[in-house]
């Protein structure tokens, strides 16, 4: 990337966005890296935005004003969220990736990164190390967007050479940003409960194993990713990436090694049937093979940190 190119972030107040403007600001410059979500937060930061992803005039103008070469598209609506409201679920997370992908069509960007889930997976894929091709029927509005979105990445890269990039996010799990929405949100949630009142309800049931990711393993990939030489990135759709899959009674657990009494009790709602539709744990060769992701956080690791550092806070 050349000195006057930038990067452009866009939702950027979401769960990963926040930390990834972070941690590209340290590595390029804060002036390198443009964040951007739908509205301008109360006290936008430096080189904040405010686009909508559906609004192409508007993205278009803020690429050419930047000199953006580079987009992080994370705008989305996630898994229990999409299921409230099924066609603007749809529209935010298929017109949006649309919308980044025909820029790079147009020759106003060189690369992208659009971000796919474990939610593409569904109730006939086999649950327990899901390989990277398989059956997939997702069953949730979260899940078929970016199972299509997938099948446009991939479009879109032998139609017309776009450089886009893609791995499938488990849950995710940070002290730095909350994230909003989704099935897998337990797992931050508890944390914060932990600490603040010693003890936690989880919408989930105790032994609900699902696929998670601790947030700098999270950045570490995607970032990683896009670093890669072209030629190594063969998977133009999505790749697995795992690092560790637990339940709701085993992080409860690891939690109760640091907060003394840590009394976890259970409440499933709606987001069970979410869960019970999605695997249990990844394989992700592929992504270790052709681009060297290695993750560096397993359960008991991220659970000493992020009460570390919520603490801290
Ligand atoms: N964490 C997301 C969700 O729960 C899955 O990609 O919706």
Same mark, same amino acid.
């Given at each position: 990337m050349d000195q006057k190119d930038r990067i452009l972030v866009i939702g950027a107040l979401g769960q990963v966005g926040q930390e990834l403007v972070e941690t590209l600001r340290l590595r390029y *410059?804060?002036?390198r890296v443009i964040g951007s979500d739908i509205r301008l937060p109360e006290?936008?930061?430096?080189?904040?935005e405010a686009v909508d992803v559906l609004d192409t005039e508007r993205l278009l103008a803020i690429v050419r004003k930047y000199n953006i070469r580079y987009i992080y598209h994370l705008a989305a609506l996630l898994s229990a969220t999409a299921e409230q409201k099924i066609k603007g679920g749809w529209r935010l997370n298929m017109q949006g990736l649309f919308n980044v992908l025909d820029l790079a069509v147009e020759g106003h960007i060189d690369k992208i990164f659009w971000p796919s889930s /474990?939610?593409?997976? *569904?109730? @006939? #894929?086999?649950?327990?190390? #899901?390989?990277?091709t398989t059956v997939m029927d997702p069953n949730t509005v979260y899940g078929i967007s970016k199972l299509a979105g997938e099948r446009w990445c991939d479009y879109y890269h032998a139609r017309f050479g776009v450089d886009v990039r893609s791995i499938r996010y488990p849950g995710l799990i940070g002290y730095k940003s909350l994230p909003g *929405? *989704? #099935?897998?949100?337990y797992a931050v949630d508890i944390f914060h409960a932990a600490l603040q009142q010693g003890s936690y309800t989880s919408?989930?049931?105790?032994?609900t194993r699902l696929p998670m990711m601790y947030m700098p393993d999270a950045i570490k990939a995607t970032i990683g990713i896009m670093d890669a030489e072209a030629a190594s990135?063969? /998977?133009? @759709?999505s790749y697995n990436i795992a690092s560790m899959s637990f339940t709701p009674a085993e992080i409860g657990a690891e939690i109760g090694q640091h907060v003394p009494g840590f009394q976890l009790d259970y409440a499933p709602d709606h987001r069970q049937a979410i869960a019970d539709s999605w695997p249990q744990s990844i394989v992700d060769q592929d992504a270790r093979a052709d681009w060297g992701w290695q993750e560096s956080y397993d359960l008991a690791k991220m659970t000493a940190d992020m009460l570390l550092n919520l603490k801290k806070q």
């Open positions: *410059g804060t002036e006290n936008p930061p430096e080189l904040f /474990i939610a593409v997976f *569904g109730p @006939s #894929t086999p649950r327990v190390d #899901t390989p990277q *929405g *989704g #099935t897998t949100d919408f989930l049931g105790p032994d990135v063969k /998977i133009r @759709s």
